[in-house]
């Protein structure tokens, strides 16, 4: 078991940058997969990147090349570095964990954050 809280949403131009965390807590951060999702108003709920226990990660094509995932163990905490932002990536983020027995999975886990709104506009 393992609660989650995201914070470092905002407002910010295309073409800015916006860095997110999600903060571990109640349970060992370096057993669950970790993955940064997203829902925009009137759609559903996608993937946006994963990285697994051991620090592999996946990106969807629409922000591959753009947004970094990381994790910092000793700090229980997960990032997304998110550059040249676009309005398409407009979006409530969550944060969510997958308590895996392998390093190597990236799966969508049962655990959600409360979510963070990123808004892109001019």
């Known amino acids: 078991q393992i609660q989650l809280t995201e914070s470092g949403g905002g407002v910010v131009r295309p073409g800015g940058s916006l860095r997110l965390s999600c903060s571990g807590s109640g349970g060992d951060f370096t057993l669950f997969a970790m993955g940064w999702y997203r829902q925009a108003t009137g759609k559903q709920r996608e993937l946006v990147a994963g990285i697994s226990r051991r620090g592999d990660t996946i990106y969807q094509p629409p922000v591959e090349g753009r947004f970094t995932i990381s994790r910092d163990n000793a700090k229980s905490t997960l990032y997304l570095q998110m550059d040249n932002l676009q309005s398409d990536d407009t979006a409530v983020y969550y944060c969510?964990?997958?308590?895996?027995?392998?390093?190597?999975?990236?799966?969508?886990?049962?655990?959600w954050g409360q979510g963070t709104q990123v808004t892109v506009s001019t």
């Open positions: 969510n964990a997958a308590n895996t027995g392998t390093t190597t999975s990236i799966i969508m886990g049962t655990y």
